[in-house]
């Protein structure tokens, strides 16, 4: 398992580490250790596709788990959100049910022998999420509830981008 790779598998890890401490523990210093926690996750997003693209490291389970683990990452921190009263749940509503959808797309296109890979639309839409989500954990709700909203319009977006370039995965031949 290359280097890109095995960050992919740390942010799923730390997901877990995040979800204990955010959600077992309420005091100021524990949500500022889960935010610190969520933000290197976060990194290490950025840190893979980097060090993929740099080094030609690109991977098949690199272009699944990548996604999937930011998906993760994302919906444990926004739920954790709308539990504790700072983002609305029919955000988080639409956000997951976005991810669900091109989940279900990229399994029709690997069963056709196909990766779709992230797109422009995607990672601005995954940017925009973990930047909104940060600062929501760290109660900057002024900043971080209108990025979220932004995050919410790049999400339906780069949704239906997706399904759009891959409209020929899905029709009837």
Not at 96 to 116: F, N
């Amino acid at each position: 398992m290359n280097t890109p790779n095995k960050l992919t598998v740390l942010r799923l890890l730390l997901v877990l580490v995040f979800f204990v401490v955010a959600y077992f523990e309420r005091s100021k210093e524990v949500y500022l250790f889960a935010t610190v926690v969520y933000s290197v996750a976060s990194a290490t997003d950025f840190l893979d596709g980097y060090l993929a693209r740099k080094y030609n490291l690109v991977t098949d389970f690199g272009k699944f788990m990548d996604p999937l683990a930011d998906k993760v990452l994302v919906a444990a921190a926004m739920i954790f959100l709308v539990q504790v009263g700072r983002l609305p749940a029919f955000l988080v509503v639409v956000i997951v049910a976005r991810e669900y959808a091109i989940s279900i797309l990229r399994a029709i296109a690997s069963s056709q022998g196909t990766v779709i890979a992230a797109a422009k639309g995607g990672k601005i839409k995954t940017v925009t999420q973990m930047i909104g989500t940060i600062l929501l954990l760290l109660n900057i709700t002024i900043i971080g509830l209108p990025i979220m909203y932004i995050a919410l319009i790049a999400t339906i977006y780069s949704g239906g981008e997706y399904i759009y370039n891959s409209r020929h995965l899905i029709s009837e031949k």
